[in-house]
């Protein structure tokens, strides 16, 4: 059974669409398909199973893998037959793996990342099940265009590898289940893993790019924190390590508060319509409200209606 993935299309493609004889030559097949053409070979003594979500958002290309212990080569061969030219991103998000290029080796634990270059030979492996977000884009749509220092380096905490990988996991998820809600973020997302592939490489991110992480690891942080209703500027700018000034500079006019408030009211959203029978004033203090009174007040400045009836407008979308 030959397997052909659209790049430009939603594919989920798993293994248990063959026997278990067929389970490691069909596997071969979806990851030239979804990625570029690779030999791999399975881990000895145990049963392959694997499966692919990819999720393409414009020119990057999001591959969620979980599959058995193996070994995949991209070779000098296989490269010269071909004319793909990607940066690639492992980010691991269970198990172990390595990455190899350029004479470096790449340890990768979960939250950690690594970059590869598919002009020049690599190797992945992974002695056990894995978990991983493969992050694929064209390198002309990147800033780097030398990628010989920067393959192959573990980039985890306290690296803006960290960030990236947070971000682009849940760029994965949320257009996973809605198609479009990422295309906007497309330029971000091709400035972030930029300014991550430029600080692999040894240098400093440019100040755009260094911008754009200092961002994205403020919108990371109150994310996390929304649901504490002390936080305030103060204490963002300094959980992230940057001047009030700075703060407002990459949130632009809307500010730290009014940024917050949009975030806490986007997650009432979401609880409300998800269960509905979760009591509203639980919903209130899950997103950071203080009174049950204060969040209906900003709920319904902020949609037009209050949290019951958006409730149950949800309730009778969904019949």
């Not at 979401?270 to 203080?290: I, K, M, N």
């Not at 900003?298 to 019951?308: H, L, N, V």
Request: aromatic share 8%; glycine share 10%; with cysteine.
């Amino acid at each position: 059974m030959s397997r052909v993935v659209d790049r430009h299309r939603y594919a989920q493609l798993s293994t248990a669409e063959v026997g278990e004889r067929d389970a490691f030559a069909y596997w071969r097949e979806m990851i030239c398909a979804t990625f570029v053409r690779l030999v791999a070979e399975p881990v000895e003594g145990a049963r392959f199973t694997g499966s692919i979500e990819h999720v393409p958002v414009g020119d990057v290309e999001l591959s969620t893998v979980v599959a058995g212990g193996q070994h995949v080569r991209r070779t000098s061969g296989l490269i010269a037959e071909g004319t793909e030219e990607y940066l690639l991103a492992s980010i691991q998000v269970e198990g172990r793996g390595r990455v190899e290029q350029d004479g470096r080796i790449a340890e990768l634990s979960a939250g950690e990342m690594a970059f590869y270059d598919s002009t020049r030979p690599y190797a992945l492996h992974f002695d056990d099940p894995f978990h991983q977000l493969v992050v694929q884009v064209p390198k002309r749509e990147l800033w780097v265009r030398d990628t010989r220092g920067l393959t192959s380096r573990t980039l985890g905490t306290g690296t803006p590898g960290a960030v990236v990988a947070a971000f682009f996991r849940s760029l994965s998820d949320t257009v996973a289940t809605s198609p479009d809600g990422g295309v906007g973020l497309v330029p971000h997302a091709l400035g972030l893993l930029s300014a991550a592939a430029t600080y692999a490489g040894g240098s400093a991110p440019a100040h755009d790019a260094a911008e754009t992480l200092v961002r994205q690891r403020v919108l990371d942080f109150l994310r996390r924190n929304l649901f504490d209703p002390s936080l305030d500027a103060d204490a963002v700018a300094k959980a992230c390590n940057v001047s009030r000034r700075t703060l407002y500079r990459i949130l632009g006019d809307e500010g730290a508060a009014t940024r917050l408030r949009r975030m806490r009211i986007e997650r009432a959203r979401e609880l409300l319509a998800a269960d509905r029978s979760r009591p509203v004033g639980w919903v209130a203090t899950a997103c950071g409200f203080e009174t049950e009174s204060g969040f209906y007040r900003a709920f319904r400045a902020a949609t037009g209606e209050t949290p019951a009836e958006y409730r149950r407008r949800c309730g009778t979308a969904g019949q």
